[in-house]
T-cell receptor, first 111, second 113 residues
Framework: QKEVEQNSGPLSVPEGAIASLNCTYS??????FFWYRQYSGKSPELIMS????GDKEDGRFTAQLNKASQYVSLLIRDSQPSDSATYLC???????????FGRGTSLIVHP | GAGVSQSPSNKVTEKGKDVELRCDPI?????LYWYRQSLGQGLEFLIY????????KSGLPSDRFSAERTGGSVSTLTIQRTQQEDSAVYLC???????????FGPGTRLTVL
């Protein structure tokens, strides 16, 4: 059973702080990793994709991948109330073309 | 350019009726996915189409569910003899490459009374 685990939260952070979202996966043979943001009542939209170990930065967002430890994380710097949403981690495991999604972490950024 | 579109946006039906949900992927995208998301739950994979290959139906929850994709573009998800537990948001996504980013449509909210 291929699992992608996320803490459901909610994770509550003050405006301007760094929000750290974590995701672990079970299959070592995983190649593609994605973070999606989903606002309440809306469909998921891509935030970041990462394929290699290390960090990948895009604006206020940084994705971190550690294949040896089988985790991927998303850091949001200078968090804004508009970042309040559910963040879904998705992993293409074992060469599958079908990503496995975590259940998502709810993030609340309070003013 | 145009994104993934889905219709209808909302569907209310009575238990036992059949429903059809439509997805128009991004032009040129060869991969198409259907998911189901129940309230407060994660995304449940249903079916995957890639080009002209046979679809991966491993996520379909029962034989009441079926899907087709005509001409490698538009897809229709059909649910026969709907049950109340079928109530959920049905999301379609397309991708330009099987391992690439998925672009989601706005979803169809299905309510079975």
């Amino acid at each position: 059973q291929k699992e992608v685990e996320q803490n459901s939260g909610p994770l509550s952070v003050p405006e301007g702080a760094i929000a750290s979202l974590n995701c672990t996966y079970s299959d070592r043979v995983s190649q593609s990793f994605f973070w999606y943001r989903q606002y309440s009542g809306k469909s998921p939209e891509l935030i970041m994709s990462i394929y290699s170990n290390g960090d990948k930065e895009d604006g206020r967002f940084t994705a971190q991948l550690n294949k040896a430890s089988q985790y991927v994380s998303l850091l949001i710097r200078d968090s804004q109330p508009s970042d309040s949403a559910t963040y879904l981690c998705a992993v293409n495991q074992g060469g599958s073309y079908i990503p496995t999604f975590g259940r998502g972490t709810s993030l609340i950024v309070h003013p | 350019g145009a994104g993934v579109s889905q219709s209808p946006s909302n569907k209310v039906t009575e238990k036992g009726k059949d429903v059809e949900l439509r997805c128009d992927p991004i032009s040129g995208h060869t991969a198409l996915y259907w998911y189901r998301q129940s309230l407060g739950q994660g995304l449940e994979f249903l079916i995957y189409f890639q080009g002209n290959s046979a679809p991966d139906k491993s996520g379909l929850p029962s034989d009441r569910f079926s899907a087709e994709r005509t001409g490698g573009s538009v897809s229709t998800l059909t649910i026969q003899r709907t049950q109340q537990e079928d109530s959920a948001v049905y999301l379609c996504a397309s991708s330009g490459d099987s391992a690439d980013t998925q672009y989601f449509g706005p979803g169809t909210r299905l309510t079975v009374l």
